[in-house]
């Protein structure tokens, strides 16, 4: 049975009304007013509902959905399943990158857009994991894994930005570097409490210095 797609609300209606402008015009110089007129709203349909700051942050859910767009694939290494579902939130990124490269230079020159980043660079990380199936484990080590890839997408962000051939090969390089090294980090960090626990007389089972790197990245 094929699922409806829900209607669009307003925060939607606006946020691409808003991407469409930004292409446009600077987004300093657009009006609260010619977004709600773009899309098609009455300004006051979008009262308590989002500002123009809200709709720049709005962008990050936006893009973070594209990772889950498609299943993991299982058979892939957990680094290759993550790479995969990071790239799909950069190449939707690029459909509409005139208007998002527009709004998202208007957050990084405010300090609350800033803060809001923050945090919704912790969410980004966490549906990484989920949209590519690496989302169980120990909590230290899921903790280390959401840490890495907060940073990752922060530098992989940067690089896309100035990513402008259209073949995404600094945005890719940024991020594989980006992967390789968390998954080293994790390998170490996981032999460093193996010899930790074995030191402490825990009656654990240590890994096996032959487990590759899929286990090293998702393993408890």
Same mark, same amino acid.
């Given at each position: 049975?094929?699922?409806?797609?829900?209607?669009?609300?307003?925060?939607?209606? /606006?946020?691409? /009304?808003?991407?469409?402008? /930004?292409?446009?015009? %600077?987004?300093?110089?657009?009006?609260?007013?010619?977004? =709600?007129?773009?899309?098609?709203?009455? $300004?006051?349909?979008?009262?308590?509902?989002?500002?123009? /700051?809200?709709?720049?942050?709005? $962008?990050?859910?936006?893009?973070?959905? +594209?990772?889950?767009?498609?299943?993991?694939?299982?058979?892939?290494?957990?680094?290759? %399943?993550?790479?995969? +579902?990071?790239? #799909? #939130?950069?190449?939707?990124?690029?459909?509409?990158? *005139?208007? !998002?490269?527009?709004?998202?230079?208007?957050?990084?020159?405010?300090? %609350?857009?800033? =803060?809001? $980043? !923050?945090?919704a660079r912790r969410k980004t990380a966490d549906w990484a994991m989920t949209a590519a199936s690496v989302d169980t484990g120990d909590a230290l080590r899921m903790g280390a894994m959401?840490?890495?890839?907060?940073?990752?997408?922060? #530098?992989?962000?940067?690089?896309?930005?100035?990513?402008? *051939?259209?073949?995404?090969? #600094?945005?890719?390089?940024?991020?594989? +570097?980006?992967?390789?090294?968390?998954?080293?980090?994790?390998?170490?960090?996981?032999?460093? %409490?193996?010899r930790f626990r074995s030191g402490s007389g825990s009656s654990e089972v240590t890994s096996s210095p032959h487990e590759g790197h899929q286990e090293e990245m998702s393993e408890a």
């Amino acid at each position: 049975m094929t699922k409806s797609k829900p209607e669009k609300s307003p925060l939607d209606l /606006a946020l691409e /009304a808003a991407i469409k402008l /930004a292409s446009e015009s %600077r987004w300093q110089d657009i009006s609260f007013r010619e977004i =709600a007129d773009e899309a098609g709203l009455h $300004l006051t349909d979008l009262y308590g509902v989002t500002d123009k /700051a809200k709709l720049v942050s709005a $962008l990050e859910p936006w893009a973070d959905k +594209a990772m889950s767009a498609e299943t993991a694939d299982i058979s892939e290494t957990p680094r290759e %399943r993550l790479f995969d +579902a990071i790239m #799909r #939130r950069f190449e939707h990124m690029e459909t509409e990158r *005139a208007g !998002v490269l527009s709004m998202i230079q208007g957050r990084d020159r405010t300090p %609350r857009g800033i =803060a809001k $980043l !923050v945090i919704a660079r912790r969410k980004t990380a966490d549906w990484a994991m989920t949209a590519a199936s690496v989302d169980t484990g120990d909590a230290l080590r899921m903790g280390a894994m959401r840490l890495g890839l907060i940073r990752i997408t922060a #530098r992989t962000e940067t690089a896309w930005k100035s990513d402008d *051939a259209g073949d995404y090969a #600094r945005t890719m390089a940024t991020l594989d +570097a980006g992967l390789v090294e968390m998954e080293e980090r994790l390998g170490q960090f996981s032999k460093f %409490r193996s010899r930790f626990r074995s030191g402490s007389g825990s009656s654990e089972v240590t890994s096996s210095p032959h487990e590759g790197h899929q286990e090293e990245m998702s393993e408890a």
